[in-house]
């Protein structure tokens, strides 16, 4: 049996198997919840089985029969909360705070129906900081593997807060279920979209400039009581910005970075704009989407385009 030296300087083995509970991956729906199990394989090493639908009505397919990137990220996200829950003990009822999200997609590796769609999330903690004995800082390195070849890597770095602290860092906006209006979708079609009820960006009369739409009944996008929208919510929102900005070819984004400055709150119009798009020789285009609010940054991604041979 391969074991290991933990902090006390003893020899732990490697855990067995345990089940993935919804709740730990912050979900309401098992149709949305990805990781199934986890493993616990040498001290801030985990292994984490997760199963990706052939058909699911959000996470749709791209070129037609390739799993979407932002599923990838999303699985990503699942297992990294799995492990802070389940690994290192942070309360359910703790608030992570997103910081930074990474990552890099081998699009010809990600064909549905090119073997299982079982994955392993390979999980490696570092930089784990802790206050009062429980997590409050990380950063997660993960490589998905499928079929034993890795389809994608990504970096999440991120803060763990408490149900009071949490209420007094957000006051007066602390307040979930805020109903926000909802504004004209932009044409489904042109952000990669088939339902209106998935767009997440309306017209406005400048260029590249478009207002968040924020449905906060979405059964996907919104589990839970929040106060806030969601972070993944502003990646999508991104992505969407991206398709409209590169009308002459589809955008599918293999890759990118999305560092968040502050929440994007409930109430006041949060607006989403396209910056430099550049292309290279490979034929990789790149684009820089911004969100800001009341006159201050939300979020800056990063993302690009690689389109993989048919």
Not at 30 to 48: I, Q
Not at 129 to 138: D, K, N, P, T, Y
Not at 194 to 208: F, G, K, Y
């Amino acid at each position: 049996m391969n074991t290991t030296t933990n902090d006390e300087g003893g020899l732990r083995p490697p855990s067995e198997p345990f089940p993935a509970a919804l709740a730990q991956l912050h979900r309401a729906r098992e149709a949305d919840a990805f990781p199934v199990s986890w493993t616990r394989t040498r001290d801030d090493h985990y292994s984490v089985i997760a199963h990706w639908p052939g058909e699911h009505p959000y996470f749709i397919p791209v070129h037609g029969h390739r799993y979407d990137p932002l599923l990838v990220t999303e699985t990503m996200r699942q297992a990294t909360l799995l492990v802070l829950h389940a690994g290192y003990g942070v309360p359910l009822g703790h608030h992570f705070l997103l910081t930074e999200l990474q990552f890099t997609c081998r699009m010809d590796r990600l064909a549905i129906g090119d073997g299982p769609g079982e994955v392993e999330v390979q999980v490696v903690c570092s930089d784990v900081q802790r206050a009062r004995g429980l997590v409050s800082q990380f950063r997660v390195d993960m490589v998905v593997r499928r079929a034993g070849s890795a389809v994608s890597t990504g970096v999440i770095l991120g803060r763990t807060v408490g149900p009071e602290a949490y209420r007094r860092m957000r006051g007066d906006h602390g307040i979930p279920g805020f109903e926000v209006p909802r504004t004209p979708p932009v044409t489904a079609s042109l952000v990669g979209r088939s339902r209106p009820e998935d767009v997440l960006l309306s017209p406005t009369p400048q260029d590249r400039l478009w207002q968040l739409r924020v449905d906060t009944e979405h059964p996907v996008l919104f589990q839970g009581e929040k106060d806030h929208v969601p972070g993944m919510l502003l990646l999508e929102a991104a992505r969407q910005a991206a398709e409209l900005a590169t009308q002459s070819q589809p955008f599918v984004p293999s890759s990118g970075r999305i560092g968040f400055q502050r929440y994007a709150e409930f109430g006041t119009p949060c607006w989403i704009r396209a910056h430099a798009l550049t292309t290279s020789r490979a034929g990789t285009t790149g684009i820089t989407i911004t969100g800001s609010q009341d006159d201050g940054a939300v979020f800056l991604a990063e993302l690009s385009s690689a389109l993989p041979a048919c």
